[in-house]
């Protein structure tokens, strides 16, 4: 069977950086250690007044294309995957295909375009939309761009404020791909919960505490739906699993909670029995409370022993440092860790030809998938070409006054008359509303 996956891949960060630590937290009256520790975050990206979802999407494909050689017709599918869509009829793509076709001579007229809704996990669907479309034989020998771009802001003094974020990732997925191999089995775990949901609204309702263990109820689900594909899953198997990262914390729980679910059985769980003991059993406990309590306690003991700390500090925590930089990115933050991890593990002369990577993505609402890919011959070159720290040092340091500007901005509801922080160069920006409400766009030199 031909090889199907991601091929390459471009990140497009907001121009703006809001600093946790420094002007957030003064500002709310907060330790900043609740951002830095608890959350993990230290900060957010933000659009500066001529970005948007379109925008940073066009920007990240023109990117990847550029940097691949494509011309539109070697393209058959634009998807992108948004929570942040301003229209419930155009999607975001035609408008990413029309910003493209301002700087390239040939059309998309020929390539098949559309939107994804499903929270955060609908970058990981978009995936699958064009692996199947090029597994089904339909793709005529052409790429699928796949983006992932949002604009992730809450109501402001929600809690979920701290969590913000905004940026792209164009992902090109081909057959014989040069960064990583999609596998094709798959786990689900997925519920009818309203946990995070934004009914006709562009902020989100959130029950955070609940969204929390919903994440964790549905990850559990998946993780067993994808043993049963391919037997049982051992922690050494996978030298890094990239999580969807709404803030690093929410990591800390599930690779706790999962690392558990996976060595139980092993000859892990019977070393670290020495230290710990065996993993609770129900029916050693009269109640689910008490179970729950022996499990908390043993989970706990489980992340204070080292063989949990070395595996955590190899295989889950490479994975977030850019979430770490540049916050909640809703569709692309699981596409961001495997992005971190990979470029972590180039840096530091990792060897992972021909490994697999094991890839966790949740959406509120609430749905998790766990699949794993393979990791290509080539992949360094690819991953090499990233320059997500040089954009990330590039960005305008706002002051919390300025913040509150920009937020005013990006809010739908109200009218704001801000300059922008940065000068554009070379990026397709916003460009005012056309006769019918449509968003306009022109490409700076
Ligand atoms: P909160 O209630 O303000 O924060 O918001 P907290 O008081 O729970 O503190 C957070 C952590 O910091 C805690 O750690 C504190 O102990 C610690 P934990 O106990 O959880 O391990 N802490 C400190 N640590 C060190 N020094 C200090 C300090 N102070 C406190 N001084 C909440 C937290 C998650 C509720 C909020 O950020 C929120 O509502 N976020 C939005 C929802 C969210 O991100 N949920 C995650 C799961 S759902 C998901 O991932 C889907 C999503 O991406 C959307 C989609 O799919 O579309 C959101």
């Known amino acids: 069977m031909t090889a199907v996956g991601i091929d390459a891949m471009e990140i497009w960060t907001g121009k ?24 993990g975050l230290h900060a957010s990206s ?17 990117r990847l294309m550029e940097r691949k050689g494509l011309e539109p017709e070697d393209i058959g599918r634009i998807d992108v995957a948004t929570e942040s869509s301003f229209d419930n009829s155009k999607p975001v793509s035609t408008y990413v295909a029309g910003c493209l076709e301002q700087v390239y001579d040939g059309d ?4 098949n375009k559309g939107e994804r809704k499903f929270a955060c996990i609908s970058g990981t669907q978009s995936l699958d939309d064009a692996y199947n479309w090029i597994r089904a034989g339909r ?27 905004a940026g792209a990732v164009a992902m090109l997925v081909d057959e014989e791909p040069s960064l990583v191999e999609l596998s094709t089995e798959q786990g689900f775990g997925s519920a009818d919960e309203t946990d995070f949901l934004k009914p006709n609204q562009q902020f989100p309702s959130v029950d955070g505490k609940r969204s929390v263990n919903v994440y964790l109820a549905r990850m559990r689900e998946a993780l067993d739906d994808f043993a049963s594909q391919v037997g049982d899953i051992h922690p050494d198997d996978y030298p890094l699993i990239p999580f969807h990262t709404p803030f690093p ?13 996976i060595i139980r059985g092993t ?17 050693d406990f009269e109640s689910d409370d008490e179970f729950r309590d022996a499990i908390r306690e043993y989970t ?9 700390q070395d595996w955590y500090a190899d295989t889950i925590d490479p994975t977030l440092e850019i979430s770490r930089e540049v916050g909640n990115w809703y569709t692309g933050s699981v596409h961001i860790a495997r992005a971190a991890g990979l470029k972590h593990a180039r840096e530091n002369g990792r060897e992972l030809d021909g490994q697999q990577l094991l890839v966790a993505s949740y959406g509120s609402g609430a749905q998790a998938e766990v699949h794993a890919e393979t990791v290509v011959p080539g992949w360094e070159e690819e991953i090499a070409q990233l320059n997500i720290d040089e954009q990330n040092r590039k960005r305008y340091d706002l002051s919390f006054e300025e913040y509150e500007q920009i937020h005013d901005v990006h809010n739908h509801d109200t009218e704001a008359d801000v300059e922008e922080f940065t000068a554009p160069e070379s990026e397709f920006v916003f460009d005012g509303w056309g006769r019918m409400g449509e968003r306009k766009y022109r490409y700076v030199e």
Request: charged share 30%; glycine share 8%; no cysteine.
């Open 267 to 283: 000859d892990v769980e019977d070393l670290v029995a020495e230290e710990i003991g065996h993993q609770p059993m129900r029916e």
């Open 46 to 62: 933000f659009p500066d007044v001529y970005e948007d979802i379109v925008t940073m999407a066009a920007n990240a494909a023109h």
């Open 139 to 165: 793709n005529r020998g052409r790429a699928a761009i796949v983006i992932a771009t949002d604009t992730a802001l809450y109501a402001r003094d929600d809690p979920g404020e701290a969590t913000q974020g």
């Open 249 to 261: 914390g929410m990591v800390r729980k599930a690779a706790a909670l999962g690392y558990r679910h």
């Open 300 to 308: 706990d003991a489980l992340t204070e022993t080292e063989r949990y």
């Open 108 to 111: 998309f007229h020929h390539a």
């Open 16 to 39: 703006l950086k809001l600093d946790l630590a420094e002007t957030f937290a003064p500002a709310q009256g907060d330790d900043p250690g609740k951002y830095t520790k608890g959350l």
